[in-house]
């Protein structure tokens, strides 16, 4: 059984900064490619970043370009979400999301919700004006 597992959510102030990471354990981390995604009260679940199984192919949504950064360690199965710049509607619930990659698939990053095998419970994040 896979796990995918938040930490570092929290309140802070808007300019301020924030790191989420993501644990995996079940299976290698490795052969995942992975993503984030948040979903901000009355709002429906969006994707944030997403990064391929090697880290070379990464996506970011147009509100948090520049801002935000999406990385990676294998040798530790974690994945990380860089928060720079925060701003309060970037306040949400952030999800850890993970897809089993094969084949030419491991050289991209998955953009839908749909295309995700495994679901972290999700850490809150807000940020205050």
């Known amino acids: 059984q896979v796990q995918l597992v938040e930490s570092g959510g929290g309140l802070v102030q808007a300019g301020g900064s924030l790191r989420l990471s993501c644990t995996t354990s079940?299976?290698?981390?490795?052969?995942?490619?992975m993503g984030w995604f948040r979903q901000a009260p009355g709002k429906e679940r969006e994707t944030v970043a997403a990064?391929?199984?090697?880290?070379?192919?990464?996506y970011y949504t147009d509100s948090v370009k520049g801002r935000f950064t999406i990385s990676r360690d294998n040798a530790k199965n974690t994945l990380y979400l860089q928060m720079n710049s925060l701003k309060p509607e970037d306040t949400a619930v952030y999800y850890c999301?993970?897809?089993?990659?094969?084949?030419?698939?491991?050289?991209?990053?998955?953009?839908?919700?749909?295309?995700?095998?495994?679901w972290g419970q999700g850490t809150q994040v807000t940020v205050s004006s």
């Open positions: 990064i391929s199984v090697s880290g070379g192919s990464t």
């Open positions: 999301t993970g897809k089993i990659a094969r084949g030419l698939n491991l050289f991209r990053s998955f953009q839908k919700e749909d295309e995700y095998d495994y």
């Open positions: 079940g299976r290698t981390f490795d052969t995942y490619g």
